[in-house]
């Protein structure tokens, strides 16, 4: 097949949507097939089968601002778009945003059928507008989303039964629905990595994802202050963001300074091997693969429950769940874990347990079904 990707926000594979992109991209190249990438990445100009649309300018302050979190924002150009379409045989678009929606609308008129990725809550807009507890605006945010891409197109990929279940009650709609996760490559797993030398004396804990309100990574670093054992602890946060600034300011009174860091692909993954905890605070989580990333390594990974967070469900019990946005009660799941070393060992075993349904090749296998699933019935129904 040929299939064209859609991706609005595609750059360095530092958030989820882009790794998520990126790892379907390489599975169907690898078997065999066409992959076109429409996007508005620059860096990507005159590489094989990528079409890049303009950026869009919002202006110096921004600009900024985006360029910050490391993404780029794609600009529709119908004539560019219609390049990339021409001759597919499916199209898949990564999120609802401005180029996913005119590539959309674009492949109906030439009659390509058309899937679409769920990698984007409301709350992860809302948040910034500080709108994200007004449910009717979160509602408005889906509706919007479901109006103008998803009621159009064949099939729907959600990463968990969560966010297919909250956007459905939402906009009060059943929905061509395949909930797949992103899964955790191969390479992802449990293996012998020694502490570097700076850290052999602390308890080494680690939470990765992009620096932003929605992730609450503050909640982890006022814990650490009442924790029992801040003299001992050593955070390291594998990500950027636009709230990197206030963090490190917010750790400045921490008895260890905590480490802010970028890491590859493969580099967090020996982070995560030798860090003591995970924990991942996200109150705003659609499925969190950094997440199933430490458990894949069995590691004793600490949640939030909060209900916008998909990733309470991946927790073993209640023993690893904290109150979301609640300091104290994550410094006092963070002491159990230390002081009982024994019982956290157990509760390893276990997660390495919950990790093999999160295999990525398999749940590659089942997309690339999808999109033969919706080009075989478009191609059957034309043929009537």
């Not at 990707?5 to 790794?19: A, F, H, I, P, W």
């Not at 979160?138 to 479901?146: K, Q």
Request: hydrophobic content about 40%; aromatic content about 8%; glycine content about 4%.
């Amino acid at each position: 097949m040929t299939i064209t990707v859609v991706c609005d926000v595609l750059g360095k594979e530092n958030n989820g949507t882009t790794v998520a992109a990126m790892n379907l991209i390489r599975f169907l190249k690898a078997q065999g097939h066409t992959v076109r990438i429409l996007c508005g990445d620059q860096d990507r100009i005159g590489d094989e089968d990528v079409f890049v649309v303009p950026d869009y300018d919002f202006g110096a302050l921004l600009n900024a601002y985006v360029e910050k979190v490391g993404v780029t924002i794609a600009k529709p150009e119908a004539h560019i778009i219609r390049q990339a379409l021409t001759g597919a045989d499916v199209v898949h678009i990564m999120v609802p945003l401005s180029l996913g929606i005119k590539a959309a609308k674009i492949a109906r008129e030439m009659n390509i059928p058309v899937t679409a990725g769920f990698h984007m809550q409301a709350e992860n807009l809302t948040s910034y507008l500080k709108l994200n507890k007004i449910k009717p605006a979160n509602d408005l945010v889906y509706l919007f989303i479901y109006d103008h891409l998803y009621k159009h197109v064949s099939a729907i990929h959600y990463p968990t039964e969560f966010i297919k279940n909250v956007f459905e009650h939402s906009v009060r709609k059943s929905t061509p629905a395949y909930v797949i996760s992103n899964g955790v490559h191969s390479y992802v797993q449990k293996r012998e990595q020694p502490k570097p030398e700076e850290y052999k004396d602390k308890i080494v804990i680690l939470s990765v994802g992009r620096l932003a309100r929605e992730k609450s990574q503050d909640t982890l670093l006022k814990a650490i202050k009442y924790s029992r054992h801040k003299d001992e602890i050593q955070l390291i946060f594998g990500g950027i963001g636009p709230k990197e600034k206030y963090y490190k300011k917010l750790a400045q009174d921490l008895p260890v300074a905590p480490v802010f860091n970028f890491y590859s692909r493969t580099d967090i993954i020996d982070v995560i091997n030798y860090c003591d905890i995970y924990v991942h605070s996200a109150e705003i989580e659609l499925e969190g693969i950094a997440c199933l990333e430490a458990i894949a390594c069995g590691k004793l990974t600490i949640v939030s429950d909060s209900k916008l967070a998909a990733t309470k469900e991946f927790a073993v019990d209640e023993k690893c769940i904290f109150k979301c946005r609640n300091p104290k009660d994550l410094a006092r799941v963070i002491d159990f874990w230390i002081e009982n070393p024994e019982l956290k060992k157990e509760y390893e075993k276990k997660y390495l347990e919950k990790s093999i349904v999160f295999n990525q090749d398999e749940c590659m296998k089942r997309m690339e079904q999808m999109l033969i699933d919706v080009v075989t019935k478009h191609n059957n129904t034309t043929a009537e």
